[in-house]
C-alpha cells in the first residue's frame, strides 16, 4: 500500500542533507530528472535518488506517497516548464500552436523522463493550469463546448504521443539512433524501383524527411480542421454523430 505523503509544511527537514541541501519536492523533481537522463526510466529508484540527493532513501517518502506519486509530479514538471515558456497572443490558432510546440519541446528535452510520464494523468495543479489553458483558448475562441473538449482530447493526446514517440528516438544509444535514422539512405535508398517503384521514386524526400518529427504538420493539419469548422459551425466533427 502507497505511503501517504506528508504535508508539505511538516516534511521540511530541519537539517541539511549529507550535501548541504534542504529537499523540497521541487528539489527531488529536479534531481530525479537528472538521474533518469544518466541512468533511464529502469534506473529511477529511491535508493539511487537519495544517493543522489545524499539523503536516506525513506526521507523520499516525506515527499511522495510513492514512486508513481513521484512519477506524477514529474509529469507535472514538465507540463509546467511548457507552460512557463508560453506566451499567449490573444489569437487562437497561434496560440494553441505556440502551446503544443512548447510541450512537444519540454518533453523532448528530458526524453527518459517523457517516456516513463507522456501517458500519464497527474491530477497535479501545473497540469490542471496547462488543460484549464487549452480550454479556455477553444471556448473564447467561439467553439461549442462539446467541440472544443472534443479539440482539446485531440490537441493533448496528438502532443502527448509524438512526445512519447519523438523521445522514444532521443532516448536511445546514440548508436543505436544513427543505425535508424541511416536505414532510409543505406536501405530504403537502395531498393530496386522494380520490385519498390513507389519508395525508390521518393527514396531521397524520405531520407530527408524521417529522421524529423511530424508533429508540427500533423498539429497545423488538426488547427487548420478547426479552424475551418469554426468559420463554418453547422459542419459536424467526424465524430459528432457516432457521439450523439
Same mark, same amino acid.
Given at each position: 500500500?502507497?505511503?501517504?505523503?506528508?504535508?508539505?509544511?511538516?516534511?521540511?527537514?530541519?537539517?541539511?542533507?549529507?550535501?548541504?541541501?534542504?529537499?523540497?519536492?521541487?528539489?527531488?523533481?529536479?534531481?530525479?530528472?537528472?538521474?533518469?537522463?544518466?541512468?533511464?526510466?529502469?534506473?529511477?529508484? /529511491?535508493?539511487?535518488?537519495?544517493?543522489?540527493?545524499?539523503?536516506?532513501?525513506?526521507?523520499?517518502?516525506?515527499?511522495?506517497?510513492?514512486?508513481?506519486?513521484?512519477?506524477?509530479?514529474?509529469?507535472?514538471?514538465?507540463?509546467?516548464?511548457?507552460?512557463?515558456?508560453?506566451?499567449?497572443?490573444?489569437?487562437?490558432?497561434?496560440?494553441?500552436? /505556440?502551446?503544443?510546440?512548447?510541450? !512537444?519541446?519540454?518533453?523532448?528535452? !528530458?526524453?527518459?523522463? /517523457?517516456?516513463?510520464?507522456?501517458?500519464?494523468?497527474?491530477?497535479?495543479?501545473?497540469?490542471?493550469?496547462?488543460?484549464?489553458?487549452?480550454?479556455?483558448?477553444?471556448?473564447?475562441?467561439?467553439?461549442?463546448?462539446?467541440?472544443?473538449?472534443?479539440?482539446?482530447?485531440?490537441?493533448?493526446?496528438?502532443?502527448?504521443?509524438? /512526445?512519447?514517440?519523438?523521445?522514444?528516438?532521443?532516448?536511445?544509444?546514440?548508436?543505436?539512433?544513427?543505425?535508424?535514422?541511416?536505414?532510409?539512405?543505406?536501405?530504403?535508398?537502395?531498393?530496386?524501383?522494380?520490385?519498390?517503384? !513507389?519508395?525508390?521514386?521518393?527514396?531521397?524526400?524520405?531520407?530527408?524527411?524521417?529522421?524529423?518529427?511530424?508533429?508540427?504538420?500533423?498539429?497545423?493539419?488538426?488547427?487548420?480542421?478547426?479552424?475551418?469548422?469554426?468559420?463554418?459551425? !453547422?459542419?459536424?466533427?467526424?465524430?459528432?454523430?457516432?457521439?450523439?
Amino acid at each position: 500500500m502507497a505511503k501517504e505523503a506528508v504535508p508539505e509544511p511538516a516534511r521540511r527537514r530541519r537539517r541539511p542533507t549529507r550535501q548541504g541541501t534542504v529537499l523540497s519536492e521541487r528539489l527531488i523533481v529536479h534531481t530525479a530528472l537528472r538521474v533518469l537522463r544518466e541512468h533511464g526510466s529502469a534506473g529511477l529508484t /529511491a535508493r539511487r535518488l537519495g544517493t543522489a540527493l545524499g539523503a536516506d532513501p525513506s526521507t523520499l517518502y516525506r515527499y511522495f506517497a510513492g514512486m508513481d506519486d513521484l512519477t506524477r509530479a514529474i509529469g507535472e514538471e514538465l507540463m509546467g516548464q511548457a507552460l512557463d515558456s508560453w506566451t499567449a497572443t490573444g489569437e487562437w490558432r497561434a496560440d494553441l500552436r /505556440a502551446l503544443g510546440l512548447a510541450i !512537444h519541446s519540454s518533453y523532448l528535452a !528530458h526524453p527518459q523522463a /517523457a517516456t516513463l510520464t507522456a501517458s500519464r494523468v497527474t491530477g497535479r495543479p501545473r497540469e490542471i493550469a496547462v488543460d484549464e489553458t487549452i480550454l479556455g483558448i477553444l471556448r473564447t475562441a467561439g467553439f461549442p463546448d462539446a467541440a472544443a473538449v472534443r479539440l482539446y482530447h485531440a490537441f493533448i493526446d496528438l502532443s502527448l504521443a509524438f /512526445a512519447a514517440l519523438d523521445a522514444g528516438a532521443l532516448a536511445l544509444a546514440e548508436e543505436a539512433r544513427a543505425t535508424d535514422e541511416e536505414m532510409w539512405t543505406s536501405t530504403y535508398a537502395r531498393l530496386p524501383a522494380q520490385s519498390y517503384p !513507389h519508395i525508390a521514386a521518393t527514396a531521397p524526400l524520405l531520407a530527408a524527411r524521417m529522421p524529423h518529427s511530424a508533429y508540427p504538420f500533423v498539429l497545423d493539419t488538426l488547427l487548420d480542421s478547426a479552424a475551418a469548422r469554426l468559420t463554418a459551425p !453547422h459542419t459536424a466533427f467526424p465524430c459528432d454523430e457516432a457521439s450523439a
